[in-house]
């Protein structure tokens, strides 16, 4: 096809590589050449759709050349030339069809920011296609078996870029420029910008190309603030996404911006907050505590979850609750990020809604004092430099203080971290100034607990001593029924 086009309008110097960008071009392109693996693979279109001269006008003709009245015309066929798709692998394959193409779809991003005639169903329907030849891909899977924005990345950890961005990017800016024109009729777009297009675009997420999720984040913004008709359906398959990531593959490119662009949705939800985003909160949100690979996108994650926690402060406790259920007993750098969570919640709770978990949860950071690992006892004893926990412990110290009083002794006497060792006198001392009387009860229950287990302990030593001595007195004798192996009796004892 584009051949065909090719010998119509030939260049002026044939042995040029370079096609010269429109003088108005609004979006900044990025010229410069990115690493590409060699694995990474060929693009694949879900579809392709055959390119058409519409009209009979020819699409290598500038716009500036045909009659306003037939801009629209030119522009379909220019955006039907572009649904030919090229492989990038090969950068010298098809190198002069690849220009004219890029040089096509620069033209119609500068034709499309400054449009002012409204786009008619056919444009709509040719524009939205050509995004779906170009977009729309199965990743092969190499890219799904590095773990990118939401797995364990195992090669290495530098970004994989498609070979293809130098069009996709143009394609994407089109897009953007497309649906954010003021002569787009959302009521007309909605019907081919269709569930079916906005779930295939929230698949992309899933590229290892950075570049790529940004600006997939941005459109999705801005078909989020122009569709109101899609949102729901929008929360639902990103609900979908998630659920696959945490219950079934934990692997995933793009959660983090996933996550990212969840934010300014619940930033926007309206009060008070609807049963369906409570639900939202609790089977989603929370869950996603749960894979190995938190730390990819914690930050965003834990904005979402404050932003609910800022429009209904009751949904404090539920998340507490939440934390607990999926808190990492092995992973210890995933732990010291449930309790910086902890304390940001704890932080903006109210004294009601503390009093309903705050016994689980000071059981849970009792063993988080006493944790082996510095950093995880380290960032727990850190909790009492914040002012606002420091009030309501000291508002609920009968119940506190008892709970964690069991776990400082034991790191006062035995932690072998100086640090720890130092924090945990302070906490003591505060604890001390609180409420002194509770203190030193606490600190005789501790030291008659003691008493009771050394004493239990020596009633147990002494049984196993009867119980020895009695063994070699009467040693078993051949009558006695017992099981020996030959390896359990090459062992001593």
């Not at 998630?242 to 996933?258: D, M, N, P, S």
């Not at 750098?333 to 910086?340: P, S, Y």
């Not at 926990?389 to 506190?400: D, E, F, K, P, S």
Request: proline share 6%; glycine share 4%; aromatic share 10%.
């Amino acid at each position: 096809m584009y051949k065909i086009f090719l010998r119509k309008s030939k260049p002026s110097n044939p042995g040029s590589e370079e096609l010269s960008p429109p003088t108005s071009d609004p979006v900044q392109i990025s010229t410069v050449s990115a690493p590409v693996r060699s694995n990474s693979g060929k693009r694949m279109s879900s579809a392709v759709f055959p390119a058409s001269v519409v009209a009979g006008i020819e699409p290598l003709l500038p716009f500036k050349d045909v009659p306003n009245s037939e801009k629209l015309n030119l522009f379909v066929s220019k955006v039907s030339l572009c649904c030919v798709t090229f492989d990038f692998s090969d950068p010298n394959k098809n190198s002069i069809e690849k220009l004219v193409k890029r040089q096509t779809l620069l033209e119609l991003l500068d034709f499309v920011a400054s449009a002012s005639v409204r786009f008619t169903e056919p444009a709509i329907l040719a524009m939205c296609r050509m995004c779906a030849v170009n977009l729309f891909r199965v990743f092969p899977p190499s890219y799904r078996s590095s773990g990118g924005g939401g797995g364990e990345n195992n090669d290495d950890d530098e970004p994989v870029f498609d070979p293809a961005w130098p069009h996709l990017q143009i394609v994407y800016d089109l897009l953007l420029k497309f649906i954010t024109s003021p002569c787009l009729d959302a009521k007309i777009a909605k019907k081919y910008l269709d569930n079916a297009f906005i779930v295939r675009l929230l698949d992309l997420f899933d590229s290892e190309d950075p570049r790529e999720r940004e600006c997939l984040k941005t459109i999705m913004h801005r078909v989020y603030g122009k569709f109101m008709v899609h949102r729901p359906f929008i929360r639902r398959a990103m609900s979908n996404i998630f659920y696959r990531f945490v219950f079934e593959t934990e692997k995933h490119c793009g959660v983090a911006e996933l996550l990212e662009f969840l934010g300014s949705i619940v930033s926007g939800f309206a009060l008070p907050l609807k049963e369906e985003h409570k639900i939202f909160l609790w089977r989603v949100l929370i869950p996603l505590h749960k894979p190995n690979s938190l730390g990819n996108y914690f930050q965003q994650l834990s904005y979402c979850i404050t932003q609910f926690i800022d429009k209904e402060p009751k949904l404090g406790s539920v998340v507490i609750k939440g934390l607990l259920k999926f808190w990492p007993i092995t992973n210890s750098q995933k732990e010291v990020m449930f309790l910086g969570e902890v304390e940001e919640i704890v932080e903006a709770m109210s004294v009601v809604e503390f009093q309903k978990v705050m016994v689980p949860l000071f059981s849970r950071i009792a063993c988080c004092v006493n944790s082996c690992h510095f950093q995880v006892s380290e960032r727990a004893l850190f909790l009492w430099n914040n002012d606002q926990i420091v009030n309501l412990i000291a508002h609920n110290r009968q119940a506190i203080l008892p709970i964690m009083f069991t776990a400082l002794e034991k790191n006062a006497e035995n932690h072998w971290n100086q640090s720890v060792l130092n924090l945990t006198l302070n906490v003591r001392k505060m604890f001390c100034e609180m409420d002194e009387p509770l203190f030193m009860s606490c600190h005789a229950r501790f030291q008659e607990d003691e008493a009771e287990q050394s004493s239990e302990a020596e009633k147990r030593k002494e049984t196993w001593e009867r119980l020895e001595k009695a063994a070699s007195v009467k040693p078993i004798t051949g009558k006695t029924a017992v099981l020996v192996t030959p390896l359990a009796t090459s062992i001593a004892c």
